[in-house]
C-alpha cells in the first residue's frame, strides 16, 4: 500500500498550489479520501474529506472557499486545489486513506509535502 503526495513547495500569500495523492495497492474507490495538516509545534488536523461512495466534501472552516478536494477513482489519485494561501496554511499536507471492510477498519498514510507560504 502506497500514498504518495506530490505538489508541495513554496508559494507567495495569495498564490495557488495543486497537491496529489496517488494511491496504490488497494482499491481506492472504497475509501474515503482526506487531507490533513501538521505545522510546526501544532497537532495534525484535518483539512478536507471526500466520500467514497458520492463524492461529498466537507472541509475544515479554516480553509472552506479557498481550497476544493476531488478524486480521479480511474486515476486513484485524489487532489487539494489551494488558493488564496495565507502564511498560516504552512504546514506539511499529508495524504489519508480510511475504509471499513466488512468487521475491519484500514487506515493508511502517506509521507507528507511540505507547503511553505512566505514573501
Known amino acids: 500500500v502506497q500514498l504518495v503526495e506530490s505538489g508541495g513547495g513554496l508559494v507567495q500569500p495569495g498564490g495557488s498550489l495543486r497537491l496529489s495523492c496517488a494511491a496504490s495497492g488497494f482499491t481506492f474507490s472504497r475509501y474515503a479520501m482526506s487531507w490533513y495538516r501538521q505545522a510546526p509545534g501544532k497537532e495534525r488536523e484535518l483539512v478536507a474529506a471526500?466520500?467514497?461512495?458520492?463524492?461529498?466534501?466537507d472541509y475544515a472552516d479554516s480553509v472552506k472557499g479557498r481550497f476544493t478536494i476531488s478524486r480521479d477513482n480511474a486515476k486513484n489519485t485524489v487532489y487539494l486545489e489551494m488558493s488564496s494561501l495565507k502564511p498560516e496554511d504552512t504546514a506539511v499536507y499529508y495524504c489519508?486513506?480510511?475504509?471499513?471492510?466488512?468487521?475491519?477498519?484500514?487506515?493508511?498514510w502517506g509521507q507528507g509535502t511540505q507547503v511553505t507560504v512566505s514573501s
Open positions: 471526500i466520500t467514497s461512495a458520492d463524492g461529498s466534501t
Open positions: 489519508n486513506a480510511v475504509a471499513r471492510i466488512l468487521l475491519r477498519k484500514y487506515d493508511y
